[in-house]
């Protein structure tokens, strides 16, 4: 099994049921999170183009856009998506983040993945940083609340991956 495939198979058996379990809808690597305001709560899933069939890696992006700010922005610009991907949100007239932006310290986060045994970990560190850090940003932007400070990137608490 190549690197892209253990990253396919990882998304498709783990991560995605565990975004469905958190209540994120879409099919990778885009997603939006229903929340009560309205607003769009985004995050879309990016590899790398240095993909080789030993090494893969990616990051994920969060963005946040209101309704009226998607509108006014699709109006100058009709070539603005109705949804767009999450590294369209700032372009699209609202907020986007990588989530290692998030993180103290706030430097770039990427997964590498190169075998089956990587996946497991990989998957919870992930999810764990959706629900932890992503969705308290996305919540706190769409309630109108200041966002979370950063979350301290080291040690993460990984826990069993039973609990996705």
Known sequence: MNAKDVRLEMMRSTVVPGLRTLGWRGSAPHFHLPVAS???ALLSFQT???????ATMFTFEIAHVTPERLA???AQDPSVPARPP?????????WSSRIGALL???????WV????EDAPAVAAEVLLLVRDVAMPHLLARSAGSPPPPPYPLDPIPLGDLADW
């Not at 790398?48 to 030993?54: R, V």
């Open 113 to 116: 993945l190169r075998h089956p």
């Open 86 to 94: 999450a590294w369209f949100g700032q372009w699209a007239g609202g």
């Open 104 to 110: 103290d310290p706030g430097l770039d986060r990427w």
């Open 48 to 54: 790398t183009m240095h993909t080789s069939p030993t």
């Open 72 to 74: 006014e922005r699709r």
């Open 38 to 40: 309205g607003d769009l």
